[in-house]
């Protein structure tokens, strides 16, 4: 997984000349656009960088490569990316446009809860698309874990959020995780949809988590179609799908700072297991290594 992501062996090429230059620079930049870090993080990691570099006089190519490694590791670190679960139940409301993944990710993130030890019932509360239903019914299937779907055709989503919220407390349920409606027809419908969720659920119980789920391989332009959700959605966290051999694991920290929302978890595979916590040093460490 970390080849996949790396930058290692274009820096240690870039660095081990005989010196760094105005070439090295140009060639970092290069390499840090086409990572998808965006212009504006790029210009800033670029200006720390040489900064760093004329401080500590170093040339050898390894102990840049580490500034950089360093460097990185300070931007991921600044956001708290912890999933807040401590409410029981806990419920987490995962948000995003159509296509980004949002379905399989709930599934796997079903899996990854329950693997450490928490018992998870998720909700179908995507009513406006028979398929949605029943593709959350396989995933949850997989995961080995409860299912809530409507008990009738076009129910009113936040209905069935309700029942799901309701089950999880008639059962001692730890986590709740609520798929919703991802179009984007009218901004302002799905935000009236989403925030009368939100309010029959937390007639009942907090909402934990907001999670927007986003398709890492479209950068900027899966970023612009999720303004809507991060300005109306009372958005805590980002999911990152299909970071898997994209080379784009500088989008984690352009999104970050970008949004100022941390990145909560990555999907590395189509698998059931592939999805994880996010970790910044480890993150770094496999983006330069």
């Known amino acids: 997984m970390a080849s996949k992501w790396s930058l290692g062996t274009k820096l240690a090429s870039m660095f081990g000349r005989p010196k760094i230059d105005d070439d090295t620079w140009d060639d970092l930049e290069s390499t840090l656009l086409s990572a998808d870090f965006g212009p504006d993080v790029t210009d800033q990691i670029i200006a720390l960088m040489r900064e760093r570099v004329a401080k500590t006089g170093v040339t050898d190519s390894t102990d840049v490569v580490r500034l950089l490694r360093e460097l990185l590791e300070e931007r991921l670190s600044k956001f708290d990316t912890t999933l807040n679960l401590s409410e029981r139940p806990a419920v987490i409301l995962v948000v995003g446009v159509n296509g980004v993944g949002k379905t399989t990710t709930i599934g796997k993130l079903a899996k990854f809860i329950s693997g450490a030890g928490r018992s998870v019932v998720v909700g179908a509360a995507d009513t406006f698309r028979a398929a949605a239903v029943d593709q959350l019914a ?16 076009g129910q009113d989503p936040a209905s069935v ?8 407390k008639n059962h001692g349920t730890d986590i709740v995780i609520v798929d919703t409606a991802g179009r984007l027809q009218t901004k302002s419908g799905l935000m009236d949809e989403l925030s ?21 391989t479209t950068g900027q332009n899966g970023l612009a179609q999720a303004d809507a959700f991060l300005e109306h959605a009372g958005v805590t966290g980002l999911v990152l799908t299909k970071l898997d051999g994209s080379a784009k694991g500088g989008f984690v920290l352009a999104v970050q700072e970008r949004t100022g929302i941390p ?3 990555v999907g590395t595979g189509e698998g059931l297991a592939d999805l994880s916590g996010f970790n910044p040093v480890a993150f770094a460490a496999q983006l330069v290594e």
């Open 138 to 153: 396989t995933w949850a299937q997989r995961a080995g874990v409860e299912v809530v779907r409507p008990q009738s055709d």
């Open 161 to 168: 959020a309700f029942q799901t919220v309701e089950f999880a």
């Open 196 to 216: 009368k969720i939100r309010r029959v659920i937390e007639k009942q119980v907090p909402v934990s988590e907001v999670l927007l789920v986003l398709d890492a």
């Open 263 to 265: 990145v909560k978890l």
